[in-house]
């Protein structure tokens, strides 16, 4: 069962740190540093999802570690703050080049026609909503792949009452055919035991007639003997 948990907590690991690679070089895509809202909106909620996968990932990794044996455990937690370190450096990156652009964005629209400013404005404006949209949108997400983990461990869960099942099955067979196996070896002791107790019963009366006889035969003669000295 550990080496199960290390198992799968490799594959996560592993899926982590390809997302936060492809996260890494989408940071410095040049969408990023366009005035343009639209495609610049466009690349920030990729990113932003990229993130959101990220969080569920490296959620996944510490109830992994909380189920891994004592000894692995310390590795792995190294492993997942080192990791946690750089999602965090990566999602302070995107905030700041929102900030920053909100603030670019401000200041060009002070210096705009008042069309201008009504247009950075808006912009402004959805990315300041665009943030409990996001944390909605991930908790939504870690909500679903939570239900997906607790299925996972329910199945693992359920697989592995089946194989204790099937082991107990296995166990009841042995002890069942122990338990035959000891009432036919007392079965036959019990056989053994009553012919050895019918010879020896047999030996003793066979040695009682033989003394009796023996008993009669020396009276016999004591009695011919007294008759032939004392009466001939």
């Known amino acids: 069962m550990q080496s199960s948990n290390c198992d799968i907590y ?14 890494r070089p ?9 005035q343009n809202g639209e495609s610049r909106q466009r690349m920030e909620k990729l990113i932003e999802r990229k993130l959101s996968q990220a969080h569920t990932l490296i959620k996944d990794l510490e109830n ?25 450096s990566l999602e302070r990156s995107i905030v700041t080049r929102q900030q920053l652009y909100v603030r670019q964005s401000a200041s060009y629209g002070r210096a ?9 404005i808006n912009s402004s404006e959805t ?17 679903t792949a939570g239900v997906h983990r607790s299925n996972e461990i329910a199945s693992q869960s359920e697989d592995i009452g089946n194989q204790i099942l099937s082991s107990l099955d296995g166990q009841r067979e042995q002890l069942l055919h122990t338990r035959d196996k ?25 040695n009682r007639i033989f003394l009796i006889c023996i008993i009669i035969l020396e009276l016999v003669g004591i ?7 004392f009466f001939s």
């Open 127 to 143: 990315v300041n909503e665009k943030s409990p949209l996001l944390r909605s949108e991930r908790s939504l997400h870690h909500a």
């Open 182 to 206: 000891m009432d036919e070896i007392d079965s036959v002791l019990e056989k053994r035991s009553t012919r050895l107790l019918s010879s020896i019963n047999r030996y003793l009366i066979s």
């Open 223 to 229: 009695g011919l003997i007294t008759y032939f000295r």
């Open 26 to 34: 989408l940071l410095k895509h040049k969408d990023l540093k366009e």
């Open 10 to 23: 490799d594959i996560i690991k592993k899926k982590l740190v390809l997302l936060l690679d492809e996260i």
């Open 64 to 88: 992994e570690s909380f189920q891994a044996s004592m000894a692995a455990r310390p590795r792995m937690n190294r492993e997942i703050k080192k990791l946690k370190l750089e999602y965090d």
């Open 112 to 120: 705009a026609p008042s069309s201008g400013q009504h247009t950075n």
